[in-house]
């Protein structure tokens, strides 16, 4: 009998070790065929999560950021214990003495599935389970999941260290409002960093993993006060608080940005403008878009948040003075249905509109409630009571008064103020010319402001730096600086008659002169300042225009330039950037610098991976640097002109603004230089300057070119904002006389004639020329381009009034008389 117990013990305890050998071997089978296609947890050891990429001013105020998942990064050692010991207490208390997967836990979740037939059924995934489950395998429910899930966390475990497996854990988690990551979080629910989260507030955080919305600060407030104070008793019960701290935690209330304790961090950003848009165009194309959006840069912008405004406040009012100039209301083509008006605030609020203009006061969208005789009655957004607009306020606008308005029109209103109090409202509307602004340092090639039209919101196109357009005569000071360089020089004398040019296949172009008059010989300082077309494309026509094209290329005005002699007048497009970067080398005497509007950039880790300013400064690292003395800076830019040439260019292009086609609208009190253009039929209107500091240009046209109508030029519609902008600049960054470079010697000459006079002569035609040291100037000598004037065209009356007889390098002798008619002429060139 006893033998028989004990072999039927021994059967058992072989069919039980057989059986659980078999088991084990089935197990370790599955686990086996399981592992074999596993992804490698080789790439969490360099794994960087998607990061927003932020962009900052000078002194370092978040201007706007870039994300595809509004995520900051935190390294583990900037994490405070108190939120790793409310992630770890909510999830996986014991985290740091599992190997990867809780066997307890598992086994206690099992339990309670059984216990309760299926109805309580809980996850027993560890932290690293579910780092392998968000990195490595999808999100689907099924036993084989899980068990990849174990043999990678067992794996990564040996991998990684607990600090870096709980850092991809805590900077990769999703927890709701469009927030991924802990410090992203905080600063959606509470407008805080890490580091300022107080013990109920990083306990709420640490609810939200599994579910965020169900766990809303508002929608679910009492399930999510529930489910903090259970993480605030695991936090208690592991010994990371106090009982104390838990007993005033859990009673405290739950304060967030969503109920309406705390400003939303976004409230601290600007309204995204033209200027962070172009960053992100232009580092998506150096770093890549994937990069911008998700690598998690620190961008360090060149702008200069004062000069912004003023830039956009100067376009927008010359583009809202030309607008109301036409008298036409065209208004927004938007309206709210006749249902809707009874709730119009809500209506409105859903109204796709500007809302970032600013010109002398806001812009609002508003909603016409009334039309009466005399007044409009509008419902403005934002404003509890309507308001009105009286009648007088829109006597601008042609046509009935009721036919350009009706009930329930949107429009845009600002409010009309004398010294801070408030008079009526007025009505607004974007114009449809357009427009593009940019100003930067000569220097350095910092680009401080940028406006690419009239409103970022209205039209996000940026006509700064993607509208390409005709500069027309902004453009002849690159065909005058290839001349000076060329050997000629300011007092060089060139015919200005009427010039006959061949089209290939057939036809004959005729350019004119602006005032459809012919002048006779006239120096280049003179032809620059008046902006005469013909002396420019006989000057172009004698220098060769390969060498034009090669200037223009160098200072980056166009890639590749055509040789046609129409552009020489600017008849090819360009942008504003180019321009400005361009005129920018007149003033910095000749050196090449390259724009920028970013100073620096860093990854997440703060290495910086580009920097613009790559001067060298000899005396920044010497401590014993006197006291007000400045460190010197060692330039080591190309030089793309001479630097005479530089200085003489300048010269003359300060007697556009002082005497030329700029004198009515430019008015600094700095040297200021520069140069206007206008376009055949006023369809671009520019103007590009610089003082010796800051080089700033403008454009103003349709969009789709058109006429913008007799008088719309570049000293009329960009000059005023060219100026209005600088007046702000100056007062700020200063201005002086432009340097003198060595080698210069001075001649006075007389403007009108290029005649060599005493160093006694002074009057109205006398100016006093830099010619370059060492040579003898020669003076009489007259170019005209070699060609020859068609004997059936006309001649106008001179500027002097008096005749001068012209000869041609033909040997003709012709005669540049008074009081001639217009004749055939065609519309020719650009001016």
């Known amino acids: 009998m006893l033998r028989f117990i004990f072999s039927t013990i021994g059967g058992i305890f072989s069919f039980v070790a057989l059986g659980v050998l078999m088991a084990g071997i089935g197990l370790g089978g599955l686990f086996w065929a399981f592992s074999r296609d596993l992804p490698s947890t080789d790439m969490l050891a360099s794994y960087s999560p998607k990061t927003i990429s932020r962009i900052y001013s000078g002194e370092g105020r978040i201007i706007d950021e870039f994300a595809v998942e509004r995520r900051l990064f935190a390294p583990a050692e900037e994490i405070p214990d108190l939120v790793k010991h409310a992630f770890i207490s909510a999830e996986d208390k014991r985290f740091y003495d599992h190997a990867g997967y809780d066997l307890e836990g598992i086994a206690a979740a099992l339990r309670d599935a059984v216990r309760s037939r299926g109805e309580d059924v809980r996850g027993a995934s560890t932290i690293t389970q579910q780092v392998m489950k968000n990195f490595l395998l999808d999100g689907s429910r099924s036993i084989e999941r899980k068990i990849k ?96 701290d838990y007993e005033v935690a859990r009673e405290a209330p739950l304060r967030t940005v969503q109920s309406g304790d705390f400003e939303s961090f976004k409230g601290d950003l600007p309204e995204r403008d033209y200027f962070t848009d172009e960053i992100r165009r232009q580092l998506s194309q150096n770093f890549g878009q994937e990069e911008f959006f998700s690598g998690g840069l620190a961008i360090r912008a060149t702008i200069d948040p004062e000069m912004q405004v003023e830039a956009a406040t100067a376009l927008r009012r010359a583009l809202e003075l030309y607008d109301r100039g036409t008298s036409i209301w065209r208004g927004t083509g938007k309206t709210i249905p006749e249902e809707q008006l009874g709730e119009w605030q ?31 009655t509008v419902g403005v957004e934002g404003q509890s009571e309507t308001g009105t607009v009286p009648r007088e306020d829109i006597k601008w606008i042609k046509g009935d008064f009721f036919e350009n308005f009706a009930r329930g029109d949107v429009i845009h209103v600002r409010q009309v103020t004398s010294d801070g109090a408030f008079q009526n409202w007025s009505v607004r509307q974007v114009p449809e010319v357009q427009g593009g ?127 046609f002699l129409s552009s020489a007048l600017g008849s090819e497009e360009t942008t504003v950037f180019n321009m400005v970067a361009a005129y920018a080398m007149f003033a910095n005497g000749g050196e090449r610098v390259e724009p920028t509007l970013v100073d620096r950039v860093q990854d997440r880790y703060g290495n910086t991976i580009y920097r613009h300013d790559r001067r060298t400064c000899r005396d920044c690292d010497n401590p014993a640097l006197p006291a007000g003395q400045a460190p010197t800076i060692v330039s080591n830019r190309d030089r793309v002109m001479n630097d005479i040439t530089a200085y003489q260019l300048t010269s003359m292009l300060e007697g556009v603004v002082q ?105 109205g035609n006398v100016v006093a020329e830099c010619f370059r040291g060492g040579i003898d100037p020669a003076f009489g000598i007259t170019f005209d381009g070699g060609f020859v004037m068609a004997a059936d065209v006309p001649l106008f009356e001179e500027a002097g009034g008096s005749a001068r007889q012209v000869t041609t390098s033909t040997g003709q002798s012709v005669t540049v008389a008074p009081k001639a008619n217009f004749g055939t002429l065609s519309s020719g060139g650009l001016y």
């Open 149 to 244: 899930e174990i043999i990678l966390a067992a794996r990564i475990e040996e991998t990684l260290p607990k600090s870096r497996i709980l850092e991809l854990y805590l900077n990769e988690i999703f927890l709701g409002q469009n927030s991924f990551g802990v410090a992203a979080a905080a600063q959606t629910y509470f407008n805080k960093s890490l580091a300022e989260l107080n013990l109920e507030e990083a306990a709420y955080l640490a609810i939200l993993p599994k579910a965020p919305s169900n766990y809303h600060p508002v929608r679910q407030k009492e399930r999510a006060l529930g489910r903090r104070a259970f993480v605030l008793r695991e936090m208690w019960e592991n010994g990371y608080i106090t009982r104390e």
């Open 346 to 376: 809500a209506a409105l609020s859903e109204v796709d509109l500007a809302r970032d203009i600013v010109l002398e006061n806001p812009w609002y969208p508003a909603v016409v409630l009334d039309v009466a005789e005399n007044s409009l």
């Open 437 to 563: 602004f940019m100003a930067m340092d000569v220097n350095t090639g910092r680009v401080i402001a940028m406006q690419g039209g009239f409103s970022y919101q209205h039209s996000v196109f940026n006509r700064a730096t993607q509208a390409k357009r005709q500069p027309g005569s902004a453009f002849k000071p690159f065909v005058y600086a290839a001349a000076l360089d060329s050997g000629y020089t300011p007092a060089t004398i060139v015919v200005d008659a009427p010039i006959e040019v061949e089209i290939p296949g057939g036809g004959v172009w005729r350019p004119k002169n602006a005032s459809n008059k012919f002048y006779g010989p006239t120096p280049l300082r003179t032809g620059i300042e008046q902006s005469r077309n013909l002396m420019t494309i006989r000057l172009a026509q004698e220098i060769g225009m390969g060498v034009v094209a090669d200037y223009a290329e160098r200072f980056g005005v166009y890639k590749n330039m055509d040789g």
């Open 659 to 763: 005497r030329g086609t700029a004198r009515s609208a430019v008015n600094l009190s700095v040297p200021v230089a520069g140069k206007t253009g206008t376009t055949n039929d006023e369809k671009d209107a520019w103007f590009v300057g610089f003082t010796s500091n800051i080089a700033a240009g403008c454009y103003i046209g349709f969009d789709n070119p058109r006429p913008m109508g007799r008088g719309a030029g570049g000293g009329r519609l960009c000059a005023p904002v060219f100026n209005e902008f600088m007046k702000a600049a100056t007062a700020k960054y200063g201005g002086e006389k432009f340097r003198v470079p060595e080698g210069c010697e001075f001649i006075k000459i007389d403007r009108y004639t290029g005649s060599r006079l005493p160093a006694s002569a002074s009057g």
